[in-house]
């Protein structure tokens, strides 16, 4: 301990990156559960080679970590705190082959002190598994390439392989080697290697899981993140509020100084590269390789189509790398100006609920939801719950209470992955039903007199809406829910 403070005070850099994850430890006791953190806990509990809407990664280690400390929330927080941790360990190092200590260390500070940090490190998105995995991959892809050490191939196949296991946008792992590779004079004779090659096939091996369940789903999962979006991108239809919304995600995402150093350096090479046709250094282009596809890709698109706030996640860490190389140490102090303003905010929301969050997407009020559910269920015996807003209050009961929880498959929509964890719903035939239909505008206590989802009086045979039940935070109001009591469900399967 003596080592440590003696070295966090040598070094004023890490004792700011140490602030920051303090600062990050101390306000995972006050989250709620968000529903992405239910939803993907629903994955471990569930488990399978892979998922509909993702492959399992970040399920796998919310099951390994509830099953050795116990499922609590406080516990699916801390796996996130402790595999986004593992990331800027493993950034560092990465970040040490490139720069100085001193620069290396820089690099630290400005993405520690960003607030995508902050978002890893309390909620449970397979972004979480995959910054690290993919960070893994580009340490052993420098080794394999740069110090000519030809195992760290077959490590670095084994890597990119589990970042795919993590989410589908790991392909820009493959798409950046081969990039680098194309592209530089001096190592472009790797693109013969076997080494290479049996990268490229273990890291499909190491994928494996998720292409065989694909294969047995009629390639659900592709589809539904390929095809779909790839339709709505062909349409061209411009919106200007898509191009500048993601703009806005990554100011806040990155802060300003360092998105700024984003878009001034891509536009510095870019601009090098096609009117001089020049080329930066050999370390450099491999740092641009895996930073320019997943950047100004997203990027380019967001006129077209929106694009989400963590799909440009990836880039931000070799971004950040060639963002060190740069920005001046006065800019490291703005940089730190806002980090600070914005989390001291972040904090004082968590801890005091001060602004009210009109959305699901909240930490606020699912326990609460819970222990009214199982009342009404208490009262009206013979009856299940379900819930039609994709996700979110299903993943959320399913996590607090011992009964389960149904989704809008119920109902003849589609769930998600509920889809195939319920996929025969015959054994509710004839039972009655609790509806929960979240109010996010919530304005009044009124009831809501009305369906949000006609189709229900397909599916029972009366449906009468009870008392909403209301949450409340410190003696104020703050969600409301809609409450139907639905008699003799008629399974369509």
Not at 208 to 214: A, D, G, I, K, L
Not at 262 to 267: A, C, G, L, N, V
Not at 274 to 293: C, D, N
Not at 411 to 439: C, E, M, Q, R, T
Request: proline share 4%; glycine share 4%.
């Amino acid at each position: 301990m003596n080592k440590f403070i003696s070295l966090v005070k040598k070094h004023p850099a890490l004792a700011t990156v140490f602030g920051f994850q303090l600062f990050r430890i101390a306000l995972l006791p006050f989250m709620g559960l968000m529903p992405q953190d239910a939803y993907y806990h629903f994955y471990g509990e569930n488990l399978s080679l892979s998922y509909f809407d993702h492959p399992g990664m970040i399920g796998y280690i919310l099951r390994g970590f509830t099953e050795v400390f116990g499922k609590t929330v406080f516990v699916v927080k801390l796996a996130d705190f402790i595999v986004t941790s593992f990331t800027l360990l493993s950034f560092y190092k990465l970040s040490t082959y490139f720069l100085s200590k001193s620069r290396a260390l820089t690099a630290l500070v400005l993405i520690s002190s960003t607030i995508f940090i902050s978002i890893l490190s309390f909620n449970s998105t397979p972004d979480v598994p995959l910054l690290l995995f993919w960070t893994l991959s580009i340490i052993c892809l420098y080794r394999a390439i740069f110090d000519q050490k030809k195992w760290h191939w077959i490590v670095a196949g084994l890597v990119i392989g589990l970042a795919f296991d993590c989410k589908y946008t790991s392909l820009f792992l493959q798409i950046g080697l081969l990039g680098f590779l194309a592209f530089s004079n001096n190592y472009r004779k790797l693109l013969l290697s076997p080494w290479l090659w049996a990268c490229l096939i273990l890291s499909f091996a190491a994928s494996f899981p998720v292409w065989w369940w694909n294969y047995q789903n009629d390639f659900a999962s592709f589809a539904f993140q390929g095809s779909n979006r790839t339709g709505s991108i062909s349409k061209l239809e411009i919106s200007p509020n898509y191009f500048f919304g993601a703009i806005a995600h990554q100011l806040i995402l990155l802060l300003p100084i360092l998105f700024f150093a984003f878009i001034s350096f891509t536009y510095k090479y870019i601009k090098r590269a096609v009117f001089k046709f020049k080329l930066p250094s050999s370390k450099t282009l491999f740092l641009l390789a895996f930073f320019v596809p997943t950047f100004v890709g997203f990027l380019a698109i967001t006129p077209i189509y929106w694009v989400k706030l963590n799909w440009m996640m990836p880039a931000y860490i070799t971004g950040a790398i060639i963002a060190a190389m740069f920005i001046k140490k006065r800019w490291i102090k703005v940089q730190l100006y806002f980090s600070v303003f914005f989390h001291v905010l972040i904090g004082l929301q968590i801890v005091f609920y001060l602004a009210p969050i009109k959305s699901d997407d909240t930490w606020i009020g699912w326990k609460e939801l819970t222990i009214e559910t199982e009342i009404l269920l208490k009262n009206n015996p013979n009856s299940f719950v379900f819930a039609a807003d994709g996700y979110k209050t299903t993943a959320a009961l399913n996590f607090f209470m011992d009964k389960k929880a149904y989704a809008q498959n119920i109902i003849g929509k589609n769930a998600l992955h509920f889809d195939y964890v319920d996929s025969n719903l015959s054994v509710l035939h004839g039972k009655n039903a609790i509806f929960l239909d979240s109010d996010t505008r919530f304005k009044n206590k009124e009831k809501k007199n009305a369906l949000t989802h006609p189709e229900m009086q397909n599916y029972f045979d009366t449906i009468t809406e009870l008392d909403p039940i209301i949450i409340s935070l410190n003696g104020k109001e703050v969600r409301k829910f809609w409450v139907y009591y639905c008699t003799n469900y008629q399974s369509k399967n």
